[in-house]
C-alpha cells in the first residue's frame, strides 16, 4: 500500500526556519517525481518545488533561493528545509509523487500519491 507521511511543520516567526518531512512506503522513491505543494486558505494548490528522479529539481519563483528539496535514499524520505520564512509561506504543505517520465509535473493533477499533509504558520 503506497502511503506517504508528512511530519515537520509548525509555528514560527518570519525569519525562521523549519524542515518538513515526507516518509514513503510501499515504494521506492528514488524512481519517482516528487513534489512539495503548499495551499493556503480560499487559495489554490500550490507547486512549490519538485524532484525528478535524475535530481534535477525545479522550485517556483517564491520560494527560489530559499526553500531546498532533498531526499534520503536509506530512509525513503522526502525533506523540505525553509528557510528566511515569510508569512506568505504560512499554508498546508503537502507531499506528492508519481511515478517519474520524462520530467516532473508542476500541477497537482501531474500526481498520484499524496500525503495528508502538514500546517506551516509563519508570524510576523
Known amino acids: 500500500q503506497v502511503q506517504l507521511v508528512e511530519s515537520g511543520g509548525g509555528s514560527v516567526q518570519a525569519g525562521g526556519s523549519l524542515t518538513l518531512a515526507c516518509a514513503a512506503s510501499?515504494?521506492?522513491?528514488?524512481?519517482?517525481?516528487k513534489a512539495w505543494f503548499r495551499q493556503a486558505p480560499g487559495k489554490e494548490r500550490e507547486w512549490v518545488v519538485s524532484l525528478h528522479s535524475s535530481g534535477r529539481t525545479n522550485y517556483a519563483d517564491p520560494v527560489n533561493g530559499r526553500f531546498t528539496i532533498s531526499q534520503d535514499n536509506t530512509e525513503n524520505t522526502l525533506y523540505l528545509q525553509m528557510n528566511s520564512l515569510k508569512v506568505d509561506d504560512t499554508a498546508m504543505y503537502y507531499c506528492a509523487a508519481v511515478y517519474s517520465g520524462a520530467r516532473c509535473s508542476s500541477t497537482a493533477s501531474g500526481y498520484s500519491y499524496w500525503g495528508q499533509g502538514t500546517q506551516v504558520t509563519v508570524s510576523s
Open positions: 510501499g515504494f521506492t522513491y528514488s524512481r519517482y517525481c
